[in-house]
């Protein structure tokens, strides 16, 4: 376990990452919405956002995978269900962003 103020082992340096990409990616958003960006500072923070939105997908993913290991039945087998309310997603193709 890491104090806090320290930087986390290298197995959960994902989640501070995460979290930062997160932090910025919404940052980038409100400053779009603002709409006080020059037509460059908004081509710029935009390509800056879809890079974002890619790397929190694929950490999103891996962290998925994670969690399907840790959840397998006795034959081995991942084991899975939907969360609370995520049957009626199921059905919308999966190419959707969660954000």
Not at 70 to 85: F, M, N
């Given at each position: 376990?890491?104090?806090k103020?320290?930087?986390?082992?290298?197995?959960?340096?994902g989640?501070?990452?995460?979290e930062?990409?997160m932090?910025?990616?919404?940052?980038?958003v409100g400053?779009l919405e603002?709409?006080?960006l020059?037509?460059?500072?908004?081509?710029?923070?935009f390509?800056?956002?879809?890079?974002?939105?890619?790397k929190?997908?694929?950490?999103?993913?891996?962290?998925?995978?994670?969690?399907?290991?840790?959840?397998?039945?006795?034959s081995?087998k991942?084991v899975?269900?939907?969360?609370?309310?995520?049957?009626?997603?199921?059905?919308?193709?999966?190419?959707?962003?969660p954000?």
């Amino acid at each position: 376990m890491t104090p806090k103020g320290t930087a986390p082992a290298s197995d959960d340096a994902g989640a501070t990452t995460f979290e930062a990409m997160m932090g910025r990616l919404q940052s980038l958003v409100g400053k779009l919405e603002e709409g006080n960006l020059t037509l460059d500072e908004s081509i710029r923070s935009f390509e800056e956002g879809m890079d974002l939105v890619k790397k929190c997908t694929e950490v999103l993913d891996k962290a998925e995978e994670r969690i399907q290991k840790l959840t397998r039945d006795a034959s081995g087998k991942p084991v899975t269900s939907p969360l609370d309310g995520d049957e009626d997603e199921a059905d919308t193709g999966g190419d959707e962003l969660p954000f």
